[in-house]
């Protein structure tokens, strides 16, 4: 492994941090060259997180086997020091990340970057805040980095100000400020009890906890358990979250499908790690309470698609309905069905943050003066007269035609539908959870599994008469609305989730194949503990990590 890959461990905190500080020292007025900047720093992420992914996986570049990559900043050993880690999980949330932040940034440069100030470099102090989280091997680091995206995203919800966003805004604050009191509250415990926040060294220390002290590191799991899942929009820590996406700018609330991916990805990274199966007497913590709450959410989020109204809020309800299944699925704690959740994850994804953009196309032209979604353009006395008094991008033809297209392609992709990866995904879960003999020990289907299963079925269906009735209402039954202007660098975004919506499906059985491995990995994290706790150590030699 060469020195320079090694360093790219750090590259997705570093880059968008430089950036983010070099737009905030220029000009507010001088945006084509911020966009330019941006752009460049988001694109050059989704190159590094590709290169980070071939090393977790094992490439002819990364060596002849997977690895997973431990980087200590200032070579100060673990677990006193900080230490990024980069494993097959975390490389696939860089590229999920960077891939829809690329969308997002480049449909907001048609207009939605001139409607507030430090537009982008909130953008980039976002990605850093996600990425770091992403990568971090502590759970101090983890709180930093999390606040870190939280503050950017406070800027980002209400950017384009209007009455509702900030109404929303100001909810979404306050709910996240209590969030952070619940983390670090939950973190204290924690390190009272076992003295670190080292992620794989904790993993070591939970199992020789003495049992007087036990119940005391349980609650602190609880409440750091709470503050993801009020992230991850879990019943009924949820209700805020329709409000606060359907009233964010288009551009914004894409990128915030990930955020709650992110309250996803914590739970998954230390529930398997910290309380998996050698945990000890804590084996399991909180399980069954991930699966309940899972089921009751995707219940919540159907019963909220085919009562919404607004497409926004059914968009901000599928949110709802893809958290709680991936929460279920987790909660299940089998290797198949996390393989397929993981494959959900990245296809809800996609298929969200292209409908999310894709819902201003298509209320654009049913209202009057809709057409800029009541956004002031704010006059900074712009340096760039071109930029001042003109749009990016051209117009398309067919308009009605393109947007009709790309709205049934999301409603079969977030319905789950054959053959798409909706399907894929729902098929390889309830396939794992049906197949009782594949794993040692298990007797008949358990009532969990059934429930699994109708839940799956249900919310596809009603995910699909949801957005067909939107679809109706928006696209069919207004003949005589007015024809909205959707320019190419609007509309290109949505084509090209929606086209890695259809890689998806193509490559299905290579990105299973990583997915399995992802979740075998996740549910036995020995590689993962060995390489953060001795990084001198080549991967796969014999020998027990640990403190």
């Known amino acids: 492994m060469s020195r320079t890959l090694d360093h790219l461990m750090i590259a997705p905190v570093l880059l968008p941090l430089a950036a983010a500080a070099v737009m905030l020292l220029l000009d507010e007025r001088r945006r084509v060259l911020k966009a330019t900047i941006n752009l460049a720093s988001t694109l050059a992420l989704v190159g590094i997180a590709i290169a980070l992914m ?265 949110v709802l309905v893809s958290s709680g299944t991936l929460l279920a699925a987790i909660g299940m704690d089998q290797v198949g069905i996390t393989s397929g959740a993981l494959f959900y994850l990245v296809n809800s994804t996609l298929v969200i943050g292209a409908l999310f953009l894709l819902i201003e196309l298509v209320e654009r032209g049913r209202e009057a003066g809709a057409d800029m979604l009541a956004v002031t353009i704010e006059a900074f006395g712009d340096e760039d007269e071109a930029e001042e008094g003109e749009e990016v991008g051209f117009a398309i033809p067919a308009t009605m035609a393109v947007l009709g297209l790309a709205f049934i392609a999301c409603a079969l992709g977030i319905a789950g539908l054959p053959p798409l990866p909706g399907f894929i995904a729902k098929f390889a879960m309830l396939t794992a959870a049906l197949n009782p003999s594949a794993l040692p020990g298990t007797g008949p289907v358990s009532a969990a599994t059934w429930a699994l299963l109708a839940m799956l079925l249900l919310s596809g269906l009603a995910t699909l008469l949801a957005m067909t009735r939107t679809g109706i209402r928006v696209l069919w039954a207004s003949a005589d609305r007015a024809v909205p202007r959707v320019r190419a660098i609007e509309i290109a975004p949505v084509a090209v989730l929606l086209l890695l919506c259809l890689v998806l499906t193509v490559e299905g059985g290579m990105v299973m194949r990583y997915m399995q491995s992802t979740a075998q990995s996740l549910h036995a994290p020995h590689d993962y503990i060995r390489s953060v706790l001795s990084p001198a150590e080549p991967p796969g030699d014999p020998g027990e990590g640990g403190a």
């Open 54 to 318: 071939r090393m977790a996986d094992g490439s002819p570049i990364a060596g002849a086997t997977a690895r997973v990559g431990a980087y200590p900043l200032g070579d100060w050993p673990t677990p006193f020091g900080i230490v990024m880690v980069v494993d097959r999980l975390s490389a696939l949330m860089l590229l999920l990340t960077s891939v829809l932040a690329s969308a997002a940034l480049l449909y907001s440069l048609a207009r939605w970057h001139r409607a507030g100030a430090y537009y982008h470099s909130l953008f980039q102090f976002l990605l850093m805040g996600l990425n770091g989280a992403f990568l971090t091997g502590d759970l101090f680091n983890l709180f930093v980095f999390f606040e870190l995206l939280l503050a950017a995203s406070y800027g980002l919800v209400l950017h384009g100000s209007n009455i509702a966003r900030v109404k929303a805004g100001l909810h979404y604050i306050a709910i996240n400020l209590a969030a952070s009191m619940l983390f670090l509250i939950g973190v204290s415990l924690i390190y009272g009890v076992t003295g670190t926040l080292n992620m794989a060294d904790l993993a070591t220390r939970i199992p020789a906890i003495a049992p007087e002290n036990r119940m005391l590191l349980e609650a602190g799991a609880a409440i750091l358990g709470v503050a993801f899942l009020v992230k991850a929009g879990i019943w009924p820590l949820g209700f805020w979250l329709p409000r606060t996406y359907s009233a964010a700018s288009a551009p914004v609330a894409a990128l915030f499908a990930i955020m709650t991916k992110m309250g996803i990805y914590a739970v998954l990274r230390l529930w398997l790690l910290l309380f998996g199966a050698e945990a000890g007497a804590s084996a399991g913590l909180g399980g069954d309470w991930l699966l309940i709450g899972g089921m009751a959410t995707v219940a919540f989020g159907a019963i909220g698609m085919l009562a919404a109204q607004d497409t926004a809020r059914l968009a901000s309800y599928c």
